[in-house]
């Protein structure tokens, strides 16, 4: 995990160095008229500023090398921090379109008003590092990718605890009560037998109208 951090950081700050380079080196050339060359079969009448074409090269190339470290240490990290390199295409664009509308509008010494040819460049850098850029812009991509809803791998085990159950209490249902076991229902002929015992009694004499009744009441019952 520290690993990742850091080689996040440093790989983001290689990228940062490569976009600067570029930048100042594209100034450099600007500022000489736009345009320079060194060697080969035609001799240009304008040779490029000492260092600049290294400077240039070892921006583009060293930021692309820094921006695929940066994504190989971003992924041992997890969530979507990964999707911080997008930010590179708005940073580069925006850097150079800076650059051509700078010097398109105050030229270098011999220029006589703007240059619409770099004023143009400028608002079509503008358009293609400020349009992604809305994707950033908006709060909850920004969150999504700052703070990403995945969990901390230590928390995973924590158990889950619903609202409202006090901490520290059992998540395990309560035991559960067997069911009351109902009486069993008295035999059909018994109580035949015993009513007609009964009725027998009542016709002797031994017992009256009232007592035959509760006796009967109390066999039906069980």
Not at 5 to 13: D, H, T
Not at 49 to 78: A, E, K, T, Y
């Amino acid at each position: 995990m520290i690993a990742g951090f850091v080689g996040s950081f440093l790989s983001l700050a290689g990228v940062t160095v490569g976009l600067t380079w570029l930048y100042l080196g594209m100034r450099s050339v600007m500022e000489i008229g736009g345009a320079c060359a060194d060697g080969g079969p035609y001799v240009s009448a304008q040779p490029c500023p000492d260092g600049v074409p290294l400077l240039m090269v070892g921006g583009i190339f060293g930021g692309l090398v820094c921006l695929g470290l940066f994504l190989w240490f971003s992924s041992r990290l997890g969530g979507s921090y990964g999707a911080l390199a997008g930010l590179a295409w708005p940073a580069l664009f925006l850097s150079l379109g800076w650059n051509f509308f700078e010097f398109g509008f105050d030229p270098p010494d011999g220029a006589d008003g703007p240059v619409w040819g770099w004023v143009f460049c400028g608002a079509l850098f503008a358009l293609m590092g400020g349009l992604p850029l809305l994707y950033f812009l908006k709060p909850s991509n920004l969150m999504g990718i700052l703070w990403p809803p995945d969990r901390d791998p230590a928390l995973a085990a924590t158990p889950y605890v619903p609202v409202g159950v006090p901490l520290g209490s059992s998540l395990e249902p309560p035991p559960q009560r067997p069911p009351a076991r109902r009486p069993p229902e008295p035999d059909v002929d018994e109580v035949v037998d015993q009513l007609e015992r009964l009725a027998q009694l009542h016709e002797r004499g031994a017992l009256d109208a009232e007592e035959f009744e509760r006796a009967k009441k109390a066999v039906l019952d069980g």
